[in-house]
């Protein structure tokens, strides 16, 4: 297995610049890996591949306001942070621009006088430093939501980048399988009799950091905070023991139920780190089905969705959605894979 084997070229106008309105209008292709037949749908005919009893899993993260830009005290220079987690109250782990200018005791005003303080503690020798924020409570007014670099189009609306079920702050970037519900499909969902859980998988460095290695095996992930309840074990390891269908929004919540199962098969409630990676052939426990958007070439959630559903399958699916001019990336189209 090498990481070319999960390149592909997509042409830059399929890159999705801006979110679909309404967010339940976006395309959804269904993937069936019994037959290998692709369906091309619309996200909010969802309903009709759903049935009651099916167990739909979706992470509640929200986006921080994590994307800070400021000044050095002493000299002036622009600084740019992408606070990543925060490792004790007040103590963050950063991405940092420019890196090597930036010293322990280094102090950087963001915005203005009466605005964030931060100060350089350390560097973690992983390409990323250790700051102290003077007031968290300010990233509220001086942060802005970061959005990944391939989007150029100045967001209109901030909550377009977060789902209308996010509760928990703590990512840095959206669970983008999400974005695509609204309140009225999730009530139509409801009725039909398909059941909702939770979890909290804060997406950090460890979901959008690529891959640089040859062998992908070689690739580090590094690890995301993770939290799976005891409501939401319990659910589902109810529909597993009755033959109900776990259907998975997103990879982070893949990796969150797969990374809490315990010697005996059950998912177990966990709370901490998770730093699962998960390859073509990975043994899956838990996972019916998947719901996703469609990703970056050599990026550790395509091979991860090429190990649900296989490589053959899912590159043919991207073909596909090439040809026929879907929108890609988190502002793109769906891909629901039964």
């Keep these: 297995m090498k990481t070319s084997d999960f390149d592909y070229y997509l042409p830059r106008e399929l890159i999705a610049q801006t979110p679909c309105e309404p967010r339940d209008h976006s395309r959804l292709m269904v993937v069936h890996r019994r037959t290998g037949a ?51 109250p007040g103590v963050w782990e950063a991405l940092a621009r420019p890196l090597r200018r930036l010293r322990p005791g280094m102090r950087v005003q963001f915005r203005d006088k009466e605005g964030l303080l931060a100060e350089v503690l350390d560097r973690t020798g992983r390409g990323t430093l250790l700051i102290r924020l003077g007031d968290e409570a300010l990233l509220g007014r001086v942060g802005q939501i970061p959005l990944p670099p391939y989007i150029r189009t100045p967001l209109q609306d901030p909550e377009r980048y977060q789902t209308v079920y996010g509760q928990v702050e703590g990512s840095v970037a959206a669970p983008t399988a999400g974005l695509h519900f609204t309140p009225e499909l999730m009530a139509r969902l409801c009725e ?110 395509l091979m991860l969705v090429c190990a649900f559903a296989g490589r053959e399958l899912v590159f043919r699916a991207y073909e596909e959605a090439i040809r026929r001019g879907y929108r890609f990336y988190s502002f793109g189209d769906a891909m629901l894979i039964l």
Excluded at 51 to 68: Q, T, W
Excluded at 284 to 290: E, N, P, T, Y
């Design 192 to 301: 039909k009799g398909v059941e909702f859980a939770f979890v909290t998988l804060h997406v950090g460095l460890g979901s959008f950091r690529p891959v640089k290695v040859d062998n992908p095996e070689k690739h580090e992930l590094s690890p995301e905070y993770c939290e799976v309840g005891p409501e939401t074990a319990q659910k589902v390891n109810s529909a597993r023991e009755e033959g109900r269908r776990v259907v998975c929004i997103g990879t982070t919540t893949v990796r969150a139920l797969e990374g809490a199962i315990n010697a005996s098969g059950q998912v177990r409630p966990f709370q901490g780190w998770n730093d699962l990676y998960i390859l073509p052939g990975h043994r899956f426990r838990v996972v019916d089905a998947l719901l996703t958007n469609f990703h970056l070439p050599r990026s550790t959630l």
């Design 38 to 88: 692709l369906e091309h749908r619309r996200f909010f005919e969802l309903d009709e591949y759903l049935k009651s009893g099916d167990l739909l899993i979706l992470n509640n993260s929200r986006v921080i306001p994590a994307k800070l830009v400021g000044r050095k005290i002493d000299g002036g220079g622009r600084v740019d942070l992408l606070l990543l987690w925060r490792v004790e």
